[in-house]
């Protein structure tokens, strides 16, 4: 394994990466889209490179620097963006390019609209992958913030699967929602098809939180699961990282985490969230945005009878 520092949590370097997907988006597309770095402690200087370099990419390729309109920060610090020099000079050239943070939990939200951010994306404790100390729900988080700042703009994440639940954040003044797991569930999803063939068949109360390398973590309940069952508090999870941070038991960590991409779904980690347990079958991603496009309109129009 290359030096972690250098290249990230997982050690690859993603910056090549990002930049050949934006490449690929910009070929089969006209629309708009956007991107995701994470800022969290333990991949601060990929992080803030990647914050440095990728906003040049996109002012040196016109298409992208018109239909990328979206850049994302999550798992740690909302600053890193707003404070690169290259990202305020990408604002200054035109782009019209909007920075959210991933907030999963109240006080992150309040540190992030006091920071600055265009909007945020509010992730309750249901959600797949990493998630927050605090473990509120996605219904609760979301109210609280729309109830402190009902003007910035707010996207909903975390179990979310179906268009009621569309239809539920677009009442609760959300934008729109984000949908990890059901979209795994997709022909088009990169993951190998043992991983994919999972969601379906699986409950919502297949998913466990257990002790993830960032912080806590919601996956599929399997046996490296079990081997890290139990959430862990911030404190501990400091302390922790204190003993064994880029130990061989850390970076055995790390890798199991990779192998969910060879295949193997028993002995590795398998990010997963509770939309599991309304997410019935794979299919394509057209099909799967129609149905909740329609299901949405169709709970909505029914909402705006029962107040007449």
Same mark, same amino acid.
């Not at 798992?75 to 990202?87: I, Q, R």
């Not at 609760?172 to 059901?182: A, D, E, P, S």
């Not at 088009?188 to 297949?206: H, S, V």
């Given at each position: 394994?290359?030096?972690?520092?250098?290249?990230?949590?997982?050690?690859?370097?993603?910056?090549?990466?990002?930049?050949?997907?934006?490449?690929?988006?910009?070929?089969?597309?006209?629309?708009?889209?956007?991107?995701?770095?994470?800022?969290?402690?333990?991949?601060?200087?990929?992080?803030?490179?990647?914050?440095?370099?990728?906003?040049?990419?996109?002012?040196?390729?016109?298409?992208?620097?018109?239909?990328?309109?979206?850049?994302?920060?999550?798992?740690?610090?909302?600053?890193?963006?707003?404070?690169?020099?290259?990202?305020?000079?990408?604002?200054?050239?035109?782009?019209?390019?909007?920075?959210?943070?991933?907030?999963?939990?109240?006080?992150?939200?309040?540190?992030?609209?006091?920071?600055?951010?265009?909007?945020?994306?509010?992730?309750?404790?249901?959600?797949?992958?990493?998630?927050?100390?605090?473990? #509120?729900? *996605?219904? !609760?988080? =979301?109210? @609280?913030?729309?109830?402190?700042?009902?003007? +910035?703009? $707010?996207i909903a994440a975390g179990g979310i699967g179906t268009g009621i639940q569309l239809a539920g954040?677009?009442?609760?003044?959300?934008?729109?929602?984000?949908?990890?797991?059901?979209?795994?569930?997709?022909?088009?999803?990169?993951?190998?098809?043992?991983?994919?063939?999972?969601?379906?068949?699986?409950?919502?109360?297949?998913?466990?939180?257990?002790?993830?390398?960032?912080?806590?973590?919601?996956?599929?309940?399997?046996?490296?699961?079990?081997?890290?069952?139990?959430?862990?508090?911030?404190?501990?999870?400091?302390?922790?990282?204190?003993?064994?941070?880029?130990?061989?038991?850390?970076?055995?960590?790390?890798?199991?985490?990779?192998?969910?991409?060879?295949?193997?779904? #028993?002995? *590795?980690? !398998?990010? =997963?969230? @509770?939309?599991?347990?309304?997410?019935?079958? +794979?299919? $394509?991603?057209?099909?799967?945005?129609?149905?909740?496009?329609?299901?949405?309109?169709?709970?909505?129009?029914?909402?705006?009878?029962?107040?007449?």
């Amino acid at each position: 394994m290359r030096v972690l520092s250098e290249i990230g949590l997982w050690g690859v370097d993603p910056l090549p990466e990002m930049k050949k997907h934006m490449v690929f988006v910009v070929e089969h597309t006209d629309k708009p889209f956007g991107f995701n770095i994470r800022t969290s402690r333990n991949e601060m200087p990929i992080a803030i490179r990647m914050c440095q370099e990728i906003p040049v990419f996109i002012m040196e390729n016109p298409k992208i620097k018109e239909q990328c309109v979206y850049a994302v920060t999550s798992a740690g610090s909302s600053k890193v963006m707003p404070e690169s020099k290259s990202f305020q000079k990408l604002r200054e050239t035109g782009s019209q390019i909007k920075h959210f943070h991933v907030a999963p939990a109240f006080w992150l939200a309040e540190k992030c609209v006091r920071y600055g951010v265009d909007g945020l994306c509010v992730t309750g404790i249901e959600g797949g992958g990493h998630q927050a100390y605090e473990k #509120v729900g *996605t219904n !609760v988080l =979301m109210t @609280q913030v729309q109830q402190a700042f009902p003007d +910035i703009p $707010k996207i909903a994440a975390g179990g979310i699967g179906t268009g009621i639940q569309l239809a539920g954040a677009l009442a609760m003044g959300y934008g729109g929602v984000v949908m990890g797991t059901r979209f795994i569930a997709s022909n088009e999803c990169e993951f190998p098809q043992p991983f994919k063939d999972l969601i379906p068949l699986a409950r919502a109360e297949d998913t466990l939180l257990i002790q993830g390398v960032i912080a806590n973590i919601r996956v599929y309940n399997n046996k490296y699961a079990q081997k890290h069952y139990g959430s862990i508090s911030k404190e501990e999870k400091l302390e922790y990282e204190q003993k064994f941070l880029k130990t061989e038991q850390w970076k055995e960590d790390i890798l199991s985490y990779d192998r969910v991409y060879e295949g193997d779904v #028993v002995n *590795t980690c !398998v990010p =997963m969230g @509770q939309a599991t347990g309304v997410t019935h079958k +794979i299919e $394509k991603v057209s099909n799967i945005i129609e149905t909740v496009m329609k299901e949405a309109e169709k709970y909505i129009k029914n909402a705006n009878t029962l107040l007449e």
